[in-house]
């Protein structure tokens, strides 16, 4: 029998972010089913990001080279136009919408978001070092 | 392991969150009268759902009340176009604020928050 691969932390950090991937999209995708679905323009957005956000994940999961650097910085793009989105939604009107209430699945949403940055960064980061280290790079 | 347990954990975080977000009291609150005075008595509703004035339209008689009614999660006004008429504020889910208009004429109105929801009253 053949013992497990343990994991490498960059490969546990990727596994994490693709789980937070997938929350930042459920939730989006949660939030345009149930409330945002009839409002222009923010409809089109909020479920562009949950088929962004399976699309990254299903990415990531399946690589783990130079590729997965560059996917998780799309995934860290992404994720910083949302939080940046929902900024001036706070405060001012963005697309004739703006979010007056700070509801449970706003916050919730904010903290993934926040997690999807830090946590794809951090594997950003491990993973370059991990590479300049590799033998033959 | 630790990673799939803090997927997990955040997993039933988001569906204890969004469950309880998606639940309320359905206790009104009614606030004071953002309108004019004279109101005899007649009310009509008007409910805000879906980020949707229901019905987008109603017709009136002088003096009667308007009644707005949020069923939304999120903040929601009826503000009249030209900004003087009448504003609501902010009304908040299952809250219901008043709007009495006593002079004839045909009134939009629009959502603060939101400017694409639109609505008329027409007096006559």
């Not at chain 1, 939730?27 to 409002?39: A, E, F, K, N, R």
């Not at chain 1, 089109?44 to 690589?63: C, G, K, R, V």
């Not at chain 1, 783990?64 to 992404?78: H, N, V, Y």
Request: contains cysteine; hydrophobic residues 50%.
């Amino acid at each position: 029998m053949t013992p497990t691969a343990k994991l490498s932390r960059s490969d546990r950090l990727r596994f994490l972010a693709i789980g937070l991937l997938l929350l930042e999209g459920g939730v989006h995708l949660q939030q345009y089913t149930g409330l945002l679905h009839s409002v222009p323009t923010i409809n089109t957005l909020f479920l562009l990001n949950a088929i962004s956000a399976a699309l990254i994940s299903l990415a990531l999961a399946a690589t783990r080279d130079q590729a997965a650097i560059l996917i998780a910085l799309s995934a860290i793009g992404m994720t910083v136009i949302a939080l940046v989105s929902l900024a001036i939604t706070r405060t001012s009107v963005l697309f004739n919408y703006s979010e007056p209430t700070l509801r449970a699945p706003v916050v919730f949403a904010a903290l993934v978001e926040l997690c999807v940055v830090l946590v794809a960064s951090w594997f950003v980061t491990l993973r370059i070092h991990e590479l300049s280290k590799a033998p033959g790079v | 392991m630790l990673v799939v347990a803090v997927v997990i954990a955040i997993g039933a975080t988001l569906v204890i969150v969004l469950a309880g977000g998606s639940s309320g009291t359905a206790t009104s609150s009614p606030a004071p009268s953002a309108g004019l005075a004279g109101s005899k008595g007649k009310m009509v509703t008007v409910d805000i759902s879906m980020f949707a004035y229901q019905p987008a339209t109603v017709t009136i008689a002088p003096g009667t009340t308007v009644a707005f009614t949020n069923m939304d999660s999120t903040e929601h006004t009826a503000t009249s176009n030209n900004g003087t008429t009448f504003d609501t504020g902010a009304i908040q889910q299952h809250q219901t604020k008043i709007v009495t208009l006593t002079k004839p004429g045909t009134y939009g109105y629009h959502c603060a928050f939101h400017p694409f929801m639109t609505g008329t009253i027409i007096v006559k």
